[in-house]
């Protein structure tokens, strides 16, 4: 059976009490009203991971995550922040190649797999993300262009190594462009990852993989995308910032 993820990407928003009170209310709220067995993982601000901790000791359905990690372990690498110190402080997940890390600071492939390695090697276990542009999607074989990103952060992997990673896909025109991807065009990516992971690790492996979507989902669009079945679980940017908003679309998983 594979996890059910709800992951909630807060990118570089809120200010420290703002963060403390979203976490109550969504650590509150999930526990009244989630039923079924559903991990929530919140990924503030890396200056915000201690304080939010303890709000989330007392329900083990709940983990945080990082943002980001460097690729080096430690030295004159001023504002990065280790795979090591995550560990250091009980972190569970890092975000790994989300399409605006890819875009604003150009973080290649190869890149990436040095992240997803580290985070490896200290027991975090990476969210790594991939997904096309709207001109990829529009001009080019945009399933092998995702199928690729694949291919060169992961798959120099043990089949071990792989079942600790999780897969989000982005499609990164659907991400505040006014245009939305379908259940069926989701479900089409997650397939095809799917089928592709088992070319190189077997079925078996390729089905235990957790795969989340991640173009803008919403409580209204919710259901219909986590009731295809290649789809896990969502990785959700401004509506995980609504405390109403994020408990509908982890109960709707």
């Known amino acids: 059976m594979r996890k059910k993820i709800v992951a909630g990407n807060w990118k570089m928003n809120k200010l420290a009490d703002e963060a403390v009170a979203l976490t109550s209310e969504l650590v509150n709220m999930a526990n009244d009203e989630v039923k079924g067995d559903v991990k929530v993982i919140l990924c503030p601000p890396a200056i915000y991971l201690t304080t939010l901790k303890k ?8 983990a945080l995550a990082a943002q980001n990690c460097s690729d080096k372990v430690s030295g004159a690498f001023t504002g990065e922040i280790s795979a090591a110190m995550l560990q250091s402080i009980g972190i569970e997940y890092v975000l790994v190649g989300h399409s605006e890390r890819r875009q604003y600071f150009n973080e290649s492939n190869e890149l990436l797999a040095a992240k997803v390695n580290i985070a490896l090697e200290y027991g975090i276990s990476p969210i790594f993300c991939c997904g096309e542009s709207l001109d990829q999607r529009q001009n080019e074989d945009y399933i092998g262009f995702v199928k690729n990103q694949i291919t060169e952060s992961l798959f120099h992997l043990s089949a071990e190594q792989l079942l600790s990673v999780v ?19 989701a479900q089409e990516m997650h397939a095809a990852l799917r089928a592709h992971i088992a070319t190189k ?5 390729a089905e235990e993989i957790s795969i989340l979507y991640g173009g803008s989902v919403t409580a209204a669009s919710a259901d219909e995308l986590f009731a295809s079945p290649d789809i896990d679980g969502g990785l959700v940017g401004g509506a995980s910032l609504k405390s109403r908003e994020f408990t509908n679309i982890i109960k709707a998983r």
């Open 201 to 205: 690790y077997g079925t078996e492996t």
């Open 55 to 62: 709000y989330i000791e007392e329900s083990p359905n709940f």
């Open 167 to 185: 897969i989000a896909y982005e499609p990164i025109w659907a991400i505040g462009t006014g245009l939305t991807a379908s259940a069926e065009q």
